[in-house]
Nanobody
Framework: QVQLVESGGGLVLAGGSLRLSCAASGRTFSAYGMGWFRQAPGKEREFVAAIRRSAGITRYADSVKGRFTISRDNAKNTVYLQMNSLKPEDTAVYYC???????????????????WGQGTQVTVSS
């Protein structure tokens, strides 16, 4: 069983930055692919970014490419999402997710992730 706990959300002005963290329990964090998703009110959960267990391999949704950066620190069992140049349309609850097979990176489907955090609210005001 893996437990994921997100932190770092909050209220920020458009153009500002936030860094989300997701701390994972367990001793096999380095073997998991990790992802970030978000869900805005009245909308479906959408893919934001993913990172394979080999930390140099990442991918992003087109809507955040060039503004967001996903990274991981396997020694700290933590994955991060650095969000810059935030826009009001980035407002959502952000979730991190763990993929024990490290294959969800290719599908970007939320159903392919095995464990989820409780989410952290990000609100960007104009």
């Amino acid at each position: 069983q893996v437990q994921l706990v997100e932190s770092g959300g909050g209220l920020v002005l458009a153009g500002g930055s936030l860094r989300l963290s997701c701390a994972a329990s367990g001793r096999t964090f380095s073997a998991y692919g990790m992802g970030w998703f978000r869900q805005a009110p009245g909308k479906e959960r959408e893919f934001v970014a993913a990172i394979r267990r080999s930390a140099g391999i990442t991918r992003y949704a087109d809507s955040v490419k060039g503004r967001f950066t996903i990274s991981r620190d396997n020694a700290k069992n933590t994955v991060y999402l650095q969000m810059n140049s935030l826009k009001p349309e980035d407002t959502a609850v952000y979730y991190c997710a763990a993929d024990t097979s490290d294959t969800a990176f290719f599908t970007r489907h939320s159903d392919d992730y095995d464990y989820w955090g409780q989410g952290t609210q990000v609100t960007v005001s104009s």
